[in-house]
C-alpha cells in the first residue's frame, strides 16, 4: 500500500467530524464516494490513516476503500501544496499552448507534475478542462484562475503567491 | 406545496416582464441588468462586477427600479464577461468591475448606453460589426439552450414564468405514461450524449411492470470531453429544465427516484443543482405526490471524482453504487438490470433539456426541425482557433462551414481553416475537404467522424494533425480504467508508436501497426471509451497520410509543432547582428559578430524558440 512520507496530523477536530460525515451517509446506497469526497475536504488528502477511520466505522473493507481511491483522479493519498497549481491540457487549451505554461510552471518552481515543492508552498498538476475554454490558456492558482496568459507571465502570477 | 393553479398565477404575474428578455413588448417596470454568472465569465470575475451594480443602485436608494440578474452561460464566451441591459436589449462585451461605474451613470441613469463598451462582432476582414448584425446570435435556434442566458437559475419563480414545471403538470393530469412514451418516440429525440440512440426508444425498454419494481432515472452530467461544456452551460443555466425532463422520464418508466451524476470539476453547476432541488421541493414539484396526483418523485446529486470511464453509462452507475468506475459488459443493458441491478435508464443532460417543450408542443413541433434521421437542434462548444469561442445552438443539419465562418466569426489572425475536431477523444476530424457537410449523426459517422456530445475544436495550419491525434491518445492512455487488454495495453502501444512517428524515428510499417491495433481495440473493448479510443488516429491517418508520411520519411513536421523535428534558422539578410537572440538563448547555441549575421548550432540548440520571439526583425524562422 502507498503511504506518504508526510507524517498524518489529523486532529481530534476532524475526526469528530468525519465521524459525523459517516453517521449522516452511512446506510445510504452507494455511501462510500460521498463520504470519501466529504473526508478529502475535511483532511485535504485521504491517507491511510483516514480510510481505516472509514472502514472501521462503515464496515466496508479496507481493500475496496483503497481501490476506490486510487482509482478516482480527485482522491489522493498524499498532501498538497499550501498554494494548488492547475494547468488546463483541454483541448482548447492545448491548442492555445498550455503545455508550454505548463513547462514554465514546472521550470520557475523546480518540480514537475503531480508533485510539491519542498517547502510544501506550491503543487502542481494538470487538468482536464475546467470549462473557461473562452479564456484560454488557462492556469488556476490558489483557486484564481488566469485566463489568454503567455508563459511569460508565469513568474509574474507566481510570485505573487510566495 | 404548490398547485398547478399556484404555477399558473405565478407565470401570469411574473410572465410579461420576464418575456420582455425574449422579445416580448410589455412596458418594463425596472431596469433589468443581466450578467453572465457562468464559469467563464464568474472566471473574468463577473460576481465582483455584479456586487459593483448592486453597491451603485443601493447608494442611488434605487435599488427597486433596476434588478440585477446573474444568469448562466450567454453563450458568447470569448467576449466575457458580458452584461446585456433591458429594456433595449443592449449588450456589453468584456465588461471588468470597474466598468459597472460608467454604465451605470451613464446608461442606468442617463439612459444613453456606453458606445465603447458595446459589444461588436470582430470578422475576418478585420472590421468590427454591430451586435445587432451579427450572425453569432440570429443564426442560431435555441431550444436546449432557451431559458440559458436569458433567466435567474436560482430563482424558480423565473423558470416558471418561462412555462416552467407545466410539462410535468401536463403529462401528470392529461397523459398516461405510454402516451408520453409515444411522444418521445414520435418526437425522433436522439441522445445528445454523442451516441444518438432514441430516447423514446430507450425509454420504452424501460417501461416494462410499472409499479412492481423498483427503477431509477439517471442523469448523465459527468462531461469529460476536454473542450466540452454544453452540458455544464445548462445545469448553470436552466437547472430546472433538467430537473422538469427527469420527473416527466421518472412518471413514463414507473421510477420515484432519480440521480444526476456531475462532475465533481463543475463547482458552480454543482451549486445551483442543490439551489434548484431545494426549490423545487419547496414547491412541492418534486418529492411526494406531486401536484397531489399521487405520484412520487425525488433527484439526488452523485458526483463524480476525475474519472472520464464515469462518462460511459455502465461505469456511471457502478460508480454511483460507490465502486470503481469500471463498465461491465451489456446485455443486460441498463433498462434490464442497472443502477442497484434495477431497470434504470440514463439520458445526457441536454437531451433531458429538450423534453419539457416536446411534452408542452408536441412530438411534430420538433421533429419538423433537423434533418430526416437527426430531430431538432444540437448544442456545441466552440474552442481552438476561432474568433467566437462560446457556446451556439444550431440546427441539426447545419453545414460546418456556416458554424465556423458565419456564426463561429472564422479562424482568427487570416490563419486557414485545417480541420475541426469533433467527439473529443472518442471523435475524429472534419477536414477542410468537407466544410460543406451538413452536420447530423449519420453524416459524420460516414467519413468516420463523430457528434460527440459536442465540443468542435478548430484547428488551423499551425496545428499538427499527429500531435492532435498523440494529445487524445494520451488522454485516453491515462484516463483508461485498465479493465480490459485491449484498451489498457492496447491504447499504450499506439502512443508510443505514435510519438516514436512525432520524434522523427517511425517507419511505414509503423503506420500499418497502428492502424491493424487500431481495428483490433475497437472490436474488442469492453466499453464505449476504448472501443473509440482510435478514432482520433484513425480519422487524422485517414484525412492527412501525408502529414504522417512527412514525419516518418521526410523527418519533418509541416505545422512546426513537433519539437524533435524542428530547426530554427536565421536568414541572414534580414539578421542586422542586433545580439539580441545570443544573449537570450538559453543554450549558447548561436555566435555571431555585433552587426553581422549570426548563426544557430543546431547540436546545441534545444528548440525553445526564445530567439524567435525576441527578434525584432522577422529574421528567425523554424521548419
Known sequence: MKVSNVPFQGTAEQEAKLIELINEHKGQKGCLMPILQ???????????????????????????????????????????????????????????????????VEEVLGIKEGECTDDGAFSIESCRCVGACGLAPVMIVGGEVYGKITPDDVPGILAKYR | MKTIQDLKDIKNQKGAQVDIRFGGDAEAEKTYILCCAGTG????????????????????????????????????????????VYPGDVHYQLVTPDMAQRIWDEHIVGGTPVSEYLMKEETTSGE????????????????ALRNCGKIDPENIDEYIAREGYQAIAKALTEMTPDEVIQVMIDSGLRGRGGAGFPTGKKWLFASGNRGNVQKYVCCNADEGDPGAFMDRSILEGDPHSVIEAMSIAGYAIGANQGYIYVRAEYPIAIDRLEIALKQAREYGVLGKNIFGTGFDFDIDLRLGAGAFVCGEETALMTSIEGNRGEPHPRPPFPAVKGLFQSPTILNNVETYANIPQIILKGADWFNCS????????????????????????VPMGATLRHVVEDIGGGVPNGKKFKAAQTGGPSGGCIPADYYDIPMD??????????MGSGGLIVLDEDDCMVDIAKFFLGFTVSESCGK?????????????????????KGTMEDLDKLEELAKYIKANSLCGLGQTAPNPVLAT???????????????????????????????????????????????????????????????????????????????????
Open chain 2, 128 to 143: 468590427d460589426i454591430p451586435f445587432e448584425e451579427s450572425s453569432f446570435y440570429n443564426d442560431q435556434v435555441r431550444l
Open chain 2, 370 to 393: 433537423g434533418t430526416e434521421t437527426s430531430k431538432g437542434t444540437k448544442v456545441f462548444a466552440l474552442g481552438g482557433k476561432i474568433n467566437n469561442t462560446g457556446l451556439v445552438e
Open chain 1, 38 to 104: 466529504g473526508a478529502q475536504n475535511i483532511y485535504g488528502y485521504l491517507p491511510y490513516e483516514v480510510q481505516k477511520i472509514i472502514s472501521d466505522n462503515t464496515g466496508i473493507p479496507m481493500e475496496k476503500i483503497y481501490g476506490v481511491v486510487t482509482f478516482y483522479a480527485q482522491f489522493t493519498t498524499s498532501p498538497k501544496g499550501k498554494c494548488e497549481i492547475s494547468v488546463c491540457l483541454g483541448t482548447a487549451c492545448y491548442v492555445k499552448g498550455s503545455a508550454a505554461i505548463l513547462e514554465k
Open chain 2, 484 to 504: 480490459c487488454t485491449p484498451c489498457r495495453i492496447g491504447t499504450k502501444r499506439m502512443l508510443e508508436i505514435l510519438e516514436k512517428i512525432s520524434e522523427g
Open chain 2, 41 to 84: 465569465c464568474t472566471s473574468s470575475h463577473s460576481q465582483d462586477l455584479m456586487a459593483n451594480f448592486r453597491k451603485l443602485a443601493e447608494e442611488a436608494g434605487m435599488s427597486d427600479k433596476v434588478e440585477i440578474i446573474p444568469t448562466g452561460c450567454q453563450g458568447l464566451c470569448a467576449k466575457g464577461p458580458v452584461v446585456v
Open chain 2, 441 to 450: 449523426y449519420e453524416n459524420l459517422s460516414s467519413i468516420g467522424c463523430m
Open chain 2, 541 to 623: 491517418i485517414n484525412f492527412f497520410r501525408d502529414e504522417y508520411i512527412a514525419h516518418i520519411k521526410e523527418k519533418r513536421c509541416p505545422a512546426g509543432v513537433c519539437k524533435a523535428l524542428l530547426s530554427y534558422t536565421i536568414d541572414a539578410d534580414k539578421c542586422k547582428g542586433c545580439t539580441l537572440c545570443a544573449r537570450n538563448c538559453p543554450a549558447g547555441a548561436i555566435s555571431g559578430e555585433v552587426r553581422g549575421a549570426h548563426v544557430i548550432d543546431t547540436e546545441k540548440c534545444i528548440k525553445c524558440g526564445v530567439c524567435m520571439d525576441n527578434c525584432k526583425f522577422g529574421a528567425i524562422y523554424k521548419k
